[in-house]
């Protein structure tokens, strides 16, 4: 697909009119965006350029209606405003602003569709029309007396008349709608949520609800007040005031609206605070207690406790509770059908709308910027980037950015050499990563990596885990050849020394007046309640794949907001993700959250493409941009169960397809007999001997119209729906037989994964293991009497997403455990180890408990579980265990030599060699530099360690218990293969 569409665009004014009878003496003043190279200098009125935008727009509506126009005006909606310092800036106006000053100096309009909003005909003549525009650009309301004649054209300053009236504010319609709404609920019920995104314009709406509701004593609780002031500072004037302040307004008997922040609020004693205050706002009897942002700070316990105070009925009313939040997915589940949603495909969509639905008429949401979100899989750019995985997530910006604390104990070793406290411990694939997306290449497609994307994300937002990690980034931006050119507010924290602050937004907004090119670094200020205009990029380099969806949505949001740049509109903004999985979870979690996915299959695959309609994600991969279709992003979300996947040790229903064992014809029940006759049953603790499949399962035709069913209301299910939903659940039960007999096979792949020879970006198919296990080692891990020809029919019943993407991701996370510390990367495979299952009456796999068991009891060493042997208790540090005399004679013997006769998984030679590398050390492990430690044990695998194992794959697998050495793999000690033939490992 093409490369990014511009982030901004210019505004024009044109004037037009249709001639017939009923238009006559009518000229519409319209508004249009459009894209251009060239400067607002080479654009004049009625220039070529200007003109053809504005056909190009007319056309849109006017087209299907065959009508006839003249266009007889364009010009640039761009004014130079000046401020009390003297500096100007530029900005964009609207065609409200001139249909406003027409108003205002006594012209009339006229609608000609049927429609709520203001029209934009005007009975006036052109001159008078062009004047209009030029008084908006002098930043005047109305025309002068000799303005309003027809006549010659002036655009010298006139003398601005008096403050004309103001026209009412109107609501839109879905303002209107949620008002209406609200007070049929409140009829009922005494509580109300407002699911409405950024921009909805939920403070104006709930003014129109108090008003129109007579609402007399409001309170209105923000997260934090304006000035975020400190909540553990007591000023008892302060209070003293707003409660002589409340009182005389309760007496007055005047309607008022009362602002508090849940950060002080929480602070009273009353709520189990320090301070005695804001007493006489929880004696209060308010009508109506509205919760702003009411997501945040709401569910702790001090803040139901406040909660509780301001709800509880006084004078034998309760009020009516309010909550307003974009992102409220935290408190979903407490409403059902007392909820308002306005969400950002709802905007998109009545914005694309609008000209079919109001032909000609002003757009409000046409300011309204398109959301997209761009997806880049730091796995497949950075060749390191294997460091930074683990079991919950697909990358660990955490690790990546992490920084030296100068605690060894934190940091896994001593501060090396030149390094210091707060410095990259990763710094140089930080630099490589700041490299990447910005090195000058026109076939790239990361941000920064061409003049042009640099011009269209010249003022961005970038998310990084913390206020450490904030100030290290800053400082490699600052010294970077390309990055060096930006100048950096960092408001993570107190932010850099040299730029001292004391409120992030002012600081931001003074950056970007002040440089063409900015970042602004944030580890979660400015993610709420602000708007930044300028920005057009955020991108996300913290959080992971279980990231809370409303912390997400609240910061892409940010750049979502209208602005204007240069004379120009935003017209999209951009989310810049390096975390693919993290995104599409969010995606698909907000889908769910807010019932547009809490039905059937096919209604949430319809809720999900609407959103990508509206919000195209997209993936990067190298020079290809790829746009996720509705089919890939669910197979796609599909991978993100590979966490249970992988914790169950494959012993889980998610590597199955959702339809095994549901669908089933003869040829499939025959397979599983043949399945039940050589296998025994395995169900966690429970032995059958044999799984009797009792009859052929649902065609694919009635699974699927039984899944739509299910979601019907039962009134209205009839007799043949209700019996094949009865088919379906008796079907389940035949459903858990089979997956009873899968356990058998599933639980041994996620070792032969382990010991798999794959490179560590490929991942392996299900169907590879035919190929990559040779026969021996099948036999030796596979159960007995399944062969490769009865595994390969039995492909078909599992998810090859999920299967796959597990896999992936333990090769990967065993390969990060390379580059730790000796103990460390012991702990770290034993925890991979320790999801894997072993099979009833086999011995394929010992558990890391029973090999700590066993070896301290009988040789002592270095043992990683506590006195009780309990596997979910690892010890920080191992404890030694001396046995006495044979402790002694093999762990402080250098010539001592270890030998295992059949090693499978070798965690029995990982215990030894690690008691072994122990004993030697010179001192403690977190005070000696990675390079010794890894060396000492490079050198203790190689001297003393010796296996001898049946299979190949079996060696793979012992092979992968040693940490390597400067990158490069241990050397071998011996391996025995069929017929006794010796190879070097």
């Not at 700070?297 to 004078?315: H, P």
């Not at 039962?714 to 209700?722: A, G, N």
């Not at 089979?738 to 299900?766: F, H, Q």
Request: hydrophobic content about 35%; aromatic content about 10%.
């Amino acid at each position: 697909m093409a490369a990014y569409k511009p982030t901004m665009s210019y505004r024009l004014i044109y004037i037009f009119t249709i001639h017939d009878a009923q238009h006559e003496g009518y000229w519409k003043i319209g508004k249009t965006n459009f894209d251009s190279v060239n400067s607002y200098k080479q654009l004049p009125p009625n220039c070529e350029e200007l003109n053809r935008a504005a056909h190009d727009r007319i056309g849109q509506y006017t087209r299907t209606a065959m009508v006839e126009y003249d266009l007889q005006y364009t010009e640039l909606a761009r004014r130079t405003v000046t401020f009390e310092d003297g500096t100007t800036d530029t900005e964009l106006f609207d065609d409200d602003d001139v249909h406003n000053v027409l108003y205002n100096s006594g012209f009339s309009a006229r609608k000609f569709s049927n429609s709520n909003q203001d029209s934009e005909w005007f009975e006036v003549p052109l001159s008078v029309a062009i004047r209009a525009i030029q008084a908006v650009k002098e930043g005047r309301t109305a025309l002068t007396a000799a303005e309003k004649s027809e006549g010659q054209i002036s655009f010298l300053p006139q003398t601005v008349p008096a403050a004309p009236k103001k026209r009412a504010i109107t609501l839109r319609d879905e303002q209107m709608d949620c008002v209406n709404q609200t007070l049929r609920v409140f009829r009922k019920e005494n509580s109300m949520l407002w699911n409405c995104k950024m921009r909805f314009g939920k403070t104006v709406t709930a003014y129109a609800l108090i008003k129109k509701a007579g609402y007399q004593k409001v309170i209105v609780v923000t997260h934090k007040d304006r000035f975020d002031t400190d909540s553990s500072v007591y000023d008892a004037a302060m209070d003293a005031r707003n409660d002589a302040n409340l009182t005389a307004y309760q007496n007055s008997g005047k309607a008022f609206v009362y602002f508090a922040s849940m950060q002080d609020l929480r602070g009273s004693q009353r709520a189990d605070g320090k301070f005695d205050k804001n007493n006489t706002a929880f004696d209060m009897d308010w009508d109506l207690v509205i919760y702003d942002e009411a997501h945040e700070g709401t569910q702790t316990q001090r803040g139901q406790k406040v909660q509780s105070l301001l709800e509880a009925e006084k004078n034998g009313k309760a009020p009516k509770v309010l909550q307003l939040s974009g992102t409220p997915y935290n408190l979903m589940q407490k409403y059902e059908n007392n909820v308002y949603t306005w969400d950002y495909v709802m905007e998109q969509k009545r914005k694309r709308e609008w000209d079919t639905l109001h032909p000609g008429d002003h757009n409000p949401y046409a300011d309204l910027p398109e959301l997209r979100i761009l997806t880049f899989d730091l796995g497949k750019s950075l060749p390191t980037s294997y460091r930074y995985e683990t079991l919950e997530m697909a990358f660990n910006f955490t690790e990546f950015f992490r920084v030296w604390t100068g605690d060894p104990a934190r940091d896994f070793r001593p501060l090396p050499a030149g390094a210091q406290v707060g410095d990259f411990v990763h710094e140089a694939d930080v630099r490589s990563f700041l490299d990447l997306i910005s090195s000058e290449n026109p076939e790239s497609n990361y941000p920064y990596s061409t003049p042009e994307y640099r011009e269209m994300f010249r003022h961005t937002l970038w998310m990084v885990p913390g206020v450490k990690e904030a100030s290290a980034l800053s400082r490699l931006l600052k010294d970077h050849p390309v990055f060096g050119a930006y100048k950096i507010a960092n408001v993570a924290g107190d932010g850099d020394a040299e730029m001292p602050y004391d409120n992030a937004l002012t600081l931001v907004k003074q950056v970007i007046k002040a440089n063409r090119y900015t970042i602004t670094i944030s580890c979660g200020k400015l993610t709420t309640g602000v708007t930044v205009p300028e920005w057009t990029a955020v991108m996300m380099l913290t959080g992971s794949a279980s990231t809370a969806a409303s912390g997400y949505m609240q910061t892409i949001f940010r750049v979502q907001s209208a602005g204007v740049l240069d004379g120009k509109q935003k017209e999209r903004c951009y989310v810049f993700d390096f975390a693919p999985d993290r995104a599409l979870n969010v995606i698909s979690e907000v889908n769910r959250i807010t019932k547009r996915g809490r039905t059937n299959e096919e209604q949430n695959r319809a809720a999900l493409g609407e959103f990508l309609n509206f919000c195209p994600v997209i993936a990067v991969d190298g020079t290809q941009m790829t746009a996720y279709s509705v089919s890939k992003m669910m197979r796609q979300i599909k991978r993100l169960t590979v966490d249970r996947a992988i914790k169950s040790g494959f012993d889980d229903e998610s590597v199955y397809k959702q339809d095994t064992g549901i669908v089933m014809d003869e040829d499939d029940v025959q397979l599983f007999h043949t399945l039940s006759d050589k296998l025994s049953e395995q169900k966690a603790a429970k032995k059958e001997t044999k799984v009797h499949i009792n009859h052929q399962g649902l065609t694919g035709e009635e699974y699927e119209k039984a899944d739509k069913i299910s979601n019907k209301p039962k009134r209205e299910r009839t007799k043949e729906d209700d019996d094949l939903l009865k088919k379906l659940q008796e079907q389940k039960k035949e459903r858990e037989k089979v997956i009873r007999l899968l356990r058998n096979v599933s639980i041994r792949l996620p070792l032969l994964i382990y010991g798999a020879k794959v490179d560590l970006t490929e991942s392996i198919k299900m169907a590879d293991f035919i190929t990559l296990v040779d026969e021996e080692s099948w036999q030796e891990f596979m159960p007995k009497t399944v062969d490769k020809p009865l595994f390969r029919k039995l492909l078909k019943y599992y998810d090859e997403d999920v299967v796959s993407g597990a896999g992936l991701r333990i090769r990967r996370m065993a390969k990060a455990a390379d580059e730790l510390p000796p103990t460390e990367r012991v702990k770290r495979i034993a925890e991979i180890f320790s999801h894997f299952r072993n099979p009833d009456k086999e011995t394929v796999l010992t558990p890391w408990r029973v090999v700590n068991l066993h070896l301290s009891s009988m040789v002592g060493g270095y043992c990683f579980l506590n006195e009780q042997f309990d596997p979910q208790e690892v010890l920080e540090e191992p404890r030694l265990v001396d046995q006495g005399q044979v402790t002694e004679d093999i762990f402080l013997n250098p010539e001592a030599r270890i030998l295992e006769m059949n090693s499978k998984s070798g965690l029995y030679p990982l215990y030894m060699a690690y008691s072994l590398y122990a004993m030697k050390l010179p001192g403690p492990e977190d005070k000696l530099p990675l390079e010794q430690t890894q060396a000492l044990w490079q050198e203790t695998v190689e001297q003393q360690i010796f296996v001898l194992c049946k299979t190949r794959m079996a060696e793979s697998i012992t092979r992968g218990k040693r940490p390597a050495a400067s990158g490069k793999e241990a050397a071998a000690n011996r391996y025995m293969g069929k017929g006794g033939t010796a190879h070097e490992i």
